[in-house]
């Protein structure tokens, strides 16, 4: 008892009073690419051939989110010139054409679907899919349920059964032995429900595109409402697209 | 016997031309040898039906010193796994990736469910068109009162899936069975004609909980090939990129365990201080799980005398805190009356299964490729041999206890030392060719090992890979024997195997 409060005491209180107050991450952290439109075209063509995702367009000089791997390739290549990744970390968006841009995402609350936010504002219960993919995504998602971010305090909670929730969570690219019980998972989710795409492999297939064993994105599945880019999203990547979607 | 099989160090990249070829009974001869010497199986591939035979190449360890050599199977061949159960899943993996058929394997099935990459008839009678688990035949058992548990591929919690079929009486499980390849992407053809930078993000993705390990096994094996070496200090950031990996989640495992036992306190300050080690890697490369960090000739970024510092003065601080959870973990009761005990392994049925890692060295398998194949700074550290322990519960979250103390140690003696280093930019070799190459490192999970082959344009034309999980998910089913079915959870966490590193 003596040591349980010991470590109580020295432990401390430790949730983040996000999103309350702003929270920074380090500097060398790959939040929101930002593209200059007016980047030399040789800088923009060298970005686009390093690219081992095939995400940044040279001729529109945009970055495909949902395929980017934020691996910082182009940002090198063009010395910052061509490229810059921010420190943003706000990158959900409620439409896949929005996570192909130059750096500007339109507001996730204002593109959410107004009724989920009635419905689920108050208590979301998510059943998370794990369709292949590395784990990362998984791993990244489980640490909402931390102290430091501690997601139930929103009203929001991972459950055990499709049947108890509001909206699956798909991470991976849907690998062919995944494909029928990511549906069966889905199909027994009761209506209303909300689609969520976490990770750059359930929405397009991520660093595994290519492969005949994936499927290139949920969405060529499913219809998804929220997009989570990143590989893996931040944890912060998903809570704040999760608030501003739902709450 | 004279070995006939080629002496090889880790990371050293051979010729083609060098690797003994054998007969096959000649090969299954020497490799039966080594595995009754008490030797192990690092790998066991084949690289492209030829002729309708099969290349296959070995690589085996016993004590400190790795072994290799080649041979040309048939369509079907005696199977070793009859005589030494080390070569259990690699024989499988070669009958489901090349259509050679195993004769006399007492339990030839599907490892990962998809189709041959020889265009064979299937050994296991599929069409892949159908859903997994396909031609399956589990391990059933008769008798009054015996009934079956079938669990997954989703499970309840955020967790990969995989498919548990568990045999009880009861509440006592006979057998358990597991049957992955749930989270199959097919990375292993896509390597070969990769570009160096997609092959980076590849190998980081294997399993993205490893990607430190992953990134050095290829980094080290491009090197090899390449004829480059990283500088000192690149090694010592890789080194310390390793040891972060193993704490972010032996920690990480400890809260899981914890929290399986309904003894919540740890189990929330483990989960917090897992975070907090996963951000030190953050604020090396810019990424959580190392992305980026490890690269073929060195470092992925720059990093400065002040970043060093910084994460040694997060490491000292979070230090007593993780010195005081644990002994609150393991000072209270009601978890030592849970983990004494339960899903005991013993260490002949360790050894058996070719247990790697903190599962292996729970059983009593002292092996630690940190200490018998060392590459990077691990060469001047010294790590002492681990304790003995009796295989449970308790010896698995033990060991991690211990390795994440020990981690600490190392790394408050490496990050003073720490010298600036340079990003090394991810560019295409060029590669020896008609060559050769075994990487192996301890990941937190155990032995993992890459393989890469090269033709005579230096191309690579197999890459290869083991995770430690594939040596492990059997520990997993041997605990669960004769053990209540509702410790299965504790029993899992206990292990913590990698499906996706499985699954590849």
């Known amino acids: 008892m003596f040591k349980t409060l010991m470590n109580r005491w020295e432990q401390g209180h430790r949730t983040t009073s996000y999103p309350k107050t702003p929270i920074e991450l380090p500097a060398r952290y790959r939040g929101l690419p930002t593209v200059d439109p007016e980047a030399p075209a040789a800088l923009a063509t060298s970005c686009a051939e390093a690219c081992p995702q095939a995400a940044f367009d040279r001729d529109e000089r945009r970055i495909d989110l949902g395929r980017c791997v934020f691996c910082g390739t182009c940002e090198r290549v063009s010395d910052g010139k061509a490229v810059q990744f921010t420190r943003r970390f706000e990158l959900g968006t409620a439409d896949r054409a929005h996570l192909v841009t130059a750096g500007d995402l339109p507001d996730l609350a204002q593109h959410a679907k107004q009724h989920f936010k009635k419905l689920f504002g108050r208590s979301l219960q998510l059943r998370q899919i794990s369709s292949a993919g590395c784990n990362a995504c998984e791993a990244d998602l489980n640490v909402l349920g931390t102290p430091f971010f501690d997601l139930s305090r929103f009203g929001i909670d991972f459950v055990a059964s499709p049947r108890h929730a509001d ?66 999203p931040h944890p912060l990547t998903n809570l704040h697209a999760l608030l501003s979607y739902f709450k | 016997m004279e070995s006939k099989l080629r002496a090889i160090t880790n990371g050293e990249a051979i010729r083609r031309d060098d690797i003994p070829q054998l007969s096959v009974s000649t090969f299954r001869e020497q490799a039966l040898a080594l595995v009754a010497a008490g030797g192990k199986v690092v790998q066991l591939f084949g690289t492209a039906v030829v002729d309708g035979v099969l290349p296959t190449i070995a690589v085996l360890r016993l004590g400190d010193q790795l072994w290799t050599a080649a041979t040309e199977l048939p369509e079907t061949y005696a199977s070793l796994t009859a005589e030494a159960e080390p070569f259990h899943l690699f024989e499988r993996e070669l009958a489901e990736q090349f259509g050679v058929t195993p004769e006399n394997h007492p339990w030839l099935r599907m490892v990962r469910y998809h189709p041959n990459y020889a265009d064979r008839p299937d050994v296991f009678g599929n069409d892949y068109r159908v859903d997994i688990p396909g031609n399956y035949p589990y391990y059933a058992v008769a008798g009054d009162e015996i009934h079956e548990v079938a669990v997954g591929p989703v499970h309840a919690g955020v967790i990969e899936p995989g498919h548990f079929r568990f045999n009880c009486i009861g509440e006592r499980v006979l057998n358990l069975e597991i049957s992955l390849g749930y989270q199959h992407r097919g990375i292993e053809p896509m390597l070969p004609g990769a570009s160096a930078r997609r092959r980076q993000t590849l190998v980081e993705t294997i399993a993205g909980d490893t990607s430190a390990a992953h990134s050095l096994c290829h980094a080290q094996a491009i090197e090899a090939l390449a004829d480059r070496s990283p500088n000192p200090p690149d090694q010592m950031v890789r080194t310390a990129a390793l040891e972060l990996e193993r704490l972010a989640n032996h920690t990480g495992d400890l809260g899981a365990l914890s929290g399986d036992v309904a003894f919540l306190p740890p189990a929330n300050y483990f989960g917090r201080m897992r975070g907090d080690l996963l951000n030190m890697t ?47 973990l393991f000072a209270t009761s009601s978890v030592r009356a849970r983990f004494d005990g339960c899903g005991r392994v013993s260490r002949s049925d360790a050894e058996h299964l070719g247990l790697v890692g903190p599962a292996g060295r729970a059983s009593g398998l002292d092996y630690d490729v940190r200490r018998v194949f060392p590459t990077e700074h691990y060469t001047q550290l010294d790590l002492d041999a681990c304790q003995p322990f009796g295989g449970d519960v308790y010896a698995r979250a033990r060991i991690r206890a211990d390795e994440i103390l020990a981690s600490i140690a190392l790394l408050e003696k490496m990050l003073p030392k720490m010298k600036r280093t340079e990003a090394t930019d991810v560019v295409e070799h060029s590669l020896a060719p008609q060559s050769l190459v075994v990487t192996v490192n301890e990941a937190w999970r155990g032995e993992v090992s890459h393989c890469v082959l090269t033709d005579a344009d230096g191309k690579i034309v197999r890459y290869k890979i083991k995770d430690p999980s594939f040596h492990n998910w059997n520990g997993l089913a041997m605990s669960l024997r004769d053990t209540g079915i509702s410790d299965f959870p504790l029993n899992n966490k206990s292990f913590n195997l990698s499906y996706c590193g499985h699954d590849l």
């Not at chain 1, 798909?170 to 032995?177: A, C, M, Q």
């Not at chain 2, 980026?292 to 490491?315: Q, S």
């Open chain 1, 167 to 232: 909206a699956i969570v798909v991470t991976g690219p849907i690998s062919r032995n995944m494909h029928t019980a990511t549906l069966t998972t889905y199909e027994a989710v009761p209506t209303p429900k909300a689609v969520i795409a976490v990770g750059t492999c359930a929405i397009s297939g991520g660093p595994f595109v290519g492969s005949p064993e994936i499927s290139e994105g949920l969405e060529s599945l499913l219809p998804v409402d929220l997009f989570i880019p990143g590989c893996p």
């Open chain 2, 282 to 328: 953050l604020w090396l490369c810019g990424n959580r799980f190392s992305r980026g960090l490890v690269v073929p000739g060195g470092v992925g970024v720059t990093l400065e005398r002040v970043d060093f510092e910084t994460v040694l003065g997060r490491v000292q601080e979070l230090k007593p805190q993780l010195e005081h959870v644990i002994d609150l």
